[in-house]
Structure formats: C-alpha cells, structure tokens
T-cell receptor, first 113, second 113 residues
Framework: DTEVTQTPKHLVMGMTNKKSLKCEQH?????MYWYKQKAKKPPELMFV???????INESVPSRFSPECPNSSLLNLHLHALQPEDSALYLC????????????FGPGTRLTVL | GNSVTQMEGPVTLSEEAFLTINCTYT??????LFWYVQYPGEGLQLLLK?????DKGSNKGFEATYRKETTSFHLEKGSVQVSDSAVYFC????????????FGTGTRLTVIP
C-alpha cells in the first residue's frame, strides 16, 4: 500500500483566517514533505521532515508553519495568507531521506480570498 | 547544478498512436530518474523510475530508459488510450543526501478518440 492521504480536499479561507492542512501515511516512512504547486507549474519543495525533525525549509514565509507530531502525521498551519498563496498543496513521503522514492498524496486545493 | 528539461506541450494524439515525451537532465552526481503522472484535479502518481544507467523503468505500458551518454529519460508508450490524458512530469533525485526532487515543467497529453 503506497497511500498518502490529505485533508481537506478543498479549502477556501480569508486572509485573516487560521487553518491547517493535514497529511497522513501508514507506510512506516520516516521522511515527509510539503510541496506547493501553482497552476500549470511543477511542484516546488517547501519543507522536508526526516525522523520528525525539520531538515529542509526552502525559504518559505513564516505564514506557513509545518508541524510533524509523529512519524505518520504532517501538518501545515496557515495564517495571514495572501491571495497569491492559492495553489495545490501536495504532501509526500518516502522510506527515509536520501534516494528513496517519494509517494504523493492527492493534494489540498487552497483558495485564499 | 541539477535540472530537468521536458519537451514543450501540449501534445495531442489520437487513440492508439505512439507516444514519446522527451526528457533530458543535468545532474551533479548519479541521479535517480522518475516519471510522475498527474490526472486532472489530482496529485502526482509515480509512473516509473530508474536508478542507474541503462535501467529501464516500465509500468502500464509506459517505458523509459536511463541513458547516461545522452543524459535522457524519454517516456514512450506504443498505443495510447483516452485514459492516458494527463500531465506528465519528469524528475530527478541527485542522490546527494538531501532527498530533493527536481521536476521538469510538465507535458500535458490529450488523447482523442
């Protein structure tokens, strides 16, 4: 089973709202990732967690705050977002870091009004 | 540095036509190479991969061969179906420690009956 689940599927929020995206995997993977994908563009890496510790932050604005409460869960907390943050947010996981294949979830489509 | 170049889309083919989507790469090490597919409104699915030179990845009738001498990983399918309509992303993992995926810009394929 190579399933990564993400909730919610769609999210609409105002610029003053606080919301969270959730990602879950039960494959025993120890690395998890957040990507942002704008329309008609490839995914861009935002964060990498390895063994529940943040290992890569690709200069993402502080209005995005990741959290890895345990090895199966990855959250992305959103606060004071801008309309240009509207995108598809993808979660992925891999066995560990390094060269392991990344498996992606279906994504959360975020619209910021 | 690390980068992936894909052929410009969109590509429109009739059902049962032969498909080639070109992908070339630049990498600092000995990368693993991947093809991911994204169906409308969904996340990315791993289609196939190859981890070393001359490896051939295959899945669902799609194939790609890792060619080190031409730094290429072209995707092919002998007979496309309407259900193959999607965006295809070529990606590389440079295998330098951090599990970064470098994506091409994606190629949109439309198959018409």
């Amino acid at each position: 089973d190579t399933e990564v689940t993400q909730t919610p599927k769609h999210l609409v929020m105002g610029m003053t709202n606080k919301k969270s995206l959730k990602c879950e995997q039960h494959m025993g993977h120890r690395a998890m990732y957040w990507y942002k994908q704008k329309a008609k563009k490839p995914p861009e890496l935002m964060f990498v967690y390895s063994y529940e510790k943040l290992s890569i932050n690709e200069s993402v604005p502080s209005r995005f705050s990741p959290e890895c409460p345990n090895s199966s869960l990855l959250n992305l907390h959103l606060h004071a977002l801008q309309p240009e943050d509207s995108a598809l947010y993808l979660c992925a996981s891999s066995q560990e870091g390094g060269i392991d294949t990344q498996y992606f979830g279906p994504g959360t489509r975020l619209t910021v009004l | 540095g690390n980068s992936v170049t894909q052929m410009e889309g969109p590509v429109t083919l009739s059902e049962e036509a032969f498909l080639t989507i070109n992908c070339t790469y630049t990498a600092t090490g000995y990368p693993s190479l991947f093809w991911y597919v994204q169906y409308p409104g969904e996340g990315l699915q791993l289609l196939l991969k190859a981890t070393k030179a001359d490896d051939k990845g295959s899945n669902k009738g799609f194939e790609a061969t890792y060619r080190k001498e031409t730094t290429s990983f072209h995707l092919e399918k002998g007979s496309v179906q309407v259900s193959d309509s999607a965006v295809y992303f070529c990606a590389l993992n440079p295998q330098t420690g951090a599990n970064n995926l470098f994506f091409g810009t994606g190629t949109r394929l439309t198959v018409i009956p």
